[in-house]
């Protein structure tokens, strides 16, 4: 099986800089939130639709994210 409906795009979730990464595979829609500066995932979830995936990763990460301490340098 080969990706189709492949989408990247930059956007901020709770103050933070991240990428949302959408593709299908087959009959579902993997949807991976990444950190943007250094890459790391932060959130991924699946559904049978594009929003639904990107809607369930969306909720994931702002739950990730708000429970991340940060420090001023």
């Excluded at 809607?55 to 994210?65: D, N, S």
Aim: glycine share 6%.
């Amino acid at each position: 099986m080969k990706p189709e409906d492949y989408s990247r795009r930059p956007e901020e979730i709770g103050g933070w800089a991240v990428t949302i990464e959408t593709y299908k595979l087959g009959d579902v829609y993997h949807c991976t939130i990444a950190n943007a500066d250094p890459g790391a995932r932060v959130a991924r979830a699946d559904g049978p639709t594009k929003a639904e995936a990107e809607r369930a990763a969306r909720v994931k990460a702002e739950r990730y994210l708000a429970q991340t301490r940060t420090f001023k340098v």
